[in-house]
């Protein structure tokens, strides 16, 4: 299959698609919207001659409609502009506090959180729909940094541990397969379409209210309240006729996008009885209660496309169902035809047992190298092997796993009271500003942890035990700890975190310097903690030809050594990027490099397409190869940051180099 990149691409392209194939709907719906009002004219003036439609009346008819669609529309993607959450919150969903203690929700976060570091992507906020019995889930988000990942009650409470973890997988695809910005985008056109039917049904209500009431004043024509209830009736059928057509092409997406999410899930966890498990249980639970996967909320059926299994069942199969038959899905799973099982809610002793058993990051990674399936599916999933093959591909060589399995074991094995403090939003905050902290200079640690507290972020108590929690993270542990942070962190209200940010600016300045740490820390949370991180990120370049000067400054950040060896080293990556030209001159020694420019440049490189991202990565690692930095804790947090910047999962490092040589 495709690799990564390939599948953003193609879900970008599909997005553009989207809107032209809806334009086309549009342009019918206005069509038939004229030639219905024209006829409604006709038979309201007939009896008073020749009939002669009003000047404009066609070009006032476009207008109204294109305008109560495109306004329509432009209303829903304001109202979801803030991403997954507000998908989430739409759908019904509470979000779950990071550091819960319930059973259920704790469960879910394990699993989340392990996905999440294991794919070198920030954790995602997790959300319940607490009234939804089925089995089901979405994720939703405009950038997989800020995504959010959602599952109903009878999720929770009907699949074992095995199970919930393929689902989480399945939903992940879709984060990392760049699925979610076009779901979103989805709703606000289908909603824009809706807004004509609902219209129309108000138009009829009044209609039907008043059609015994006034009539024209010759008393020849129709009432003003009949001719209300059939352009009602009229509207609210031209409105159903778009959302017929949309839900067509929103079916035609959202099944091959269903597929690959399913074969993605068995790759990520190693396990078919995953994500095999809990098709097998929404059909089962289909046959037993014919609530299956159904959503009760009234957003169903605009959300529908986004969710694990059929929101609402379809009137008519085929090509009009928003997701592929049952039967299928398993077939492809399992290789064969297998039966649908119960879904029978998990008994305490049964949930509590298997909640003791698999609960933890460090118990999992305790015994690598001769771990089960889901331990080598995290392996897996952290060294970019989706399958077999590098990061991001879907078949290979499932050995490569190993390459990084001491990063993946000191990076992923935490401290406990590290995790603990990052599940908080207050601790998590304390414990970002303790990271930041050097403690190795007794003189400016005492200076930085008055600011800390004069800020009111903390009394000593809780900022001496952040400090000692911080004194035990690696260097490995020091970004996905952070990953794992983001959900209490994002909790926080927005002047907090504005405070957390300057506060956060004030130590790394303590001493004068920016060093390389301290930039990559700080550069993560200003991109993930700002008032505007969750909007969607344009894409404004094609290739890497325009951001010249970016990419050289990006480059420069790799190479170790002296100032002749740096030079070189840089040489040796810009080899690998011939089209851009790259000439020793354009090196910039670190030593004076200006980390807001570094920023800036980030910024930039944001908004390259998603084909183009992967040749930036080629070059760093192409530089580090060169030096034989491939395995060292710097070449892994440095790529991790740049990753995190421009929005891309961390990838397997020697795999990604061989894969785009």
Request: include cysteine; glycine fraction near 8%; proline fraction near 4%.
């Amino acid at each position: 299959m495709n690799n990564f990149f390939e599948q953003q691409d193609h879900a970008r392209r599909e997005s553009r698609k989207l809107l032209i194939l809806f334009g086309l709907a549009v342009t019918a719906i206005v069509v038939v919207v004229n030639i219905t009002l024209a006829v409604a004219w006709q038979y309201a003036m007939r009896g008073h001659g020749p009939v002669r439609y009003p000047q404009g009346f066609f070009i006032a008819i476009t207008i109204g409609v294109l305008l109560f669609i495109g306004l329509g529309t432009l209303y829903q993607i304001f109202q979801l502009r803030d991403g997954g959450d507000a998908v989430a919150e739409m759908a019904g969903g509470r979000l779950v506090s990071p550091d819960s203690t319930d059973l259920h929700e704790r469960r879910l976060l394990n699993v989340v959180e392990e996905m999440a570091l294991a794919s070198g992507i920030a954790c995602p906020n997790v959300y319940i729909l607490d009234e939804e019995d089925g089995i089901n889930a979405f994720a939703a988000g405009f950038q997989q940094n800020q995504a959010v990942v959602a599952v109903t009650r009878g999720t929770l409470e009907r699949l074992n541990r095995d199970e919930l973890q393929g689902v989480v997988g399945h939903e992940f695809s879709h984060i990392l397969n760049g699925d979610m910005r076009m779901n979103i985008q989805l709703i606000g056109v289908l909603f824009g379409i809706q807004m004509l039917a609902l219209f129309g049904r108000e138009l009829f209500e009044w209609g039907a209210r008043f059609s015994g009431g006034s009539r024209s004043k010759d008393d020849k024509g129709p009432s003003l309240g009949m001719i209300m209830l059939v352009v009602g009736i009229v509207l609210f059928v031209v409105g159903y006729v778009g959302i017929f057509f949309g839900r067509l092409i929103q079916s035609a997406i959202s099944r091959q996008r269903e597929f690959l999410a399913d074969a993605s899930a068995v790759q990520f966890t190693r396990n078919p009885q995953g994500i095999g498990g809990a098709l097998q249980k929404i059909g089962g639970l289909s046959v037993e209660t014919g609530c299956g996967s159904a959503i009760q909320s009234s957003k169903a059926e605009q959300l529908s496309h986004m969710f694990l299994g059929a929101a609402r069942p379809s009137f008519l199969s085929g090509m009009f169902a928003t997701h592929p038959p049952l039967e299928e899905r398993l077939r492809r799973v399992y290789g064969k035809d297998v039966q649908f099982v119960q879904a029978d809610v998990l008994d305490d002793d049964e949930f509590g047992n298997e909640g003791n058993t698999q609960s933890s990051l460090s118990s999992q990674f305790s015994s690598f190298s001769g771990g089960s399936a889901s331990q080598q599916a995290f392996t897996a999933a952290q060294s970019g092997v989706h399958g077999d093959e590098g990061f991001g591909h879907h078949a290979g060589n499932p050995a490569r796993a190993a390459d990084n399995s001491h990063l993946l074991k000191s990076g992923l094995a935490m401290p406990d009271d590290a995790r603990a403090l990052a599940r908080e939003p207050q601790s998590a905050a304390l414990l970002v500003c303790a990271m930041v902290c050097d403690q190795s200079q007794t003189a400016q640690a005492q200076q930085q942890q008055q600011q800390i507290l004069r800020a009111g972020l903390a009394d000593a108590a809780a900022l001496q035990a952040a400090l000692r929690a911080a004194a035990g993270i690696t260097a490995l542990q020091r970004l996905p700890l952070l990953d794992l942070a983001m959900p209490a962190l994002k909790r926080l209200p927005e002047n907090t975190r504005q405070q957390l940010l300057s506060v956060v600016a004030a130590l790394i300045q303590a001493d004068g310097r920016v060093s390389e740490t301290e930039f990559v820390l700080q550069a993560i949370l200003e991109q993930r903690l700002n008032p505007q991180a969750a909007r969607a990120v344009k894409v404004r370049y094609a290739d890497l030809v325009p951001l010249r000067k970016e990419v050289a400054l990006v480059l420069s950040l790799v190479p170790q050594g002296d100032a002749a060896t740096r030079q070189q080293m840089f040489m040796q990556g810009a080899a690998s990027l011939r089209n851009l030209q790259l000439q020793a001159t354009d090196w910039t020694n670190p030593d004076q490099l200006d980390y807001q420019a570094v920023r800036a440049a980030l910024a930039q490189l944001n908004q390259l397409a998603p084909l183009a991202k992967p040749m930036l990565i080629r070059g760093m690692l192409q530089i580090a190869q060169a030096q034989n930095s491939l395995s060292s804790a710097r070449t892994h947090e440095l790529l991790r940051s740049v990753c995190a910047a421009i929005d891309m999962p961390v990838p397997d490092l020697p795999a990604m180099l061989q894969d785009l040589s």
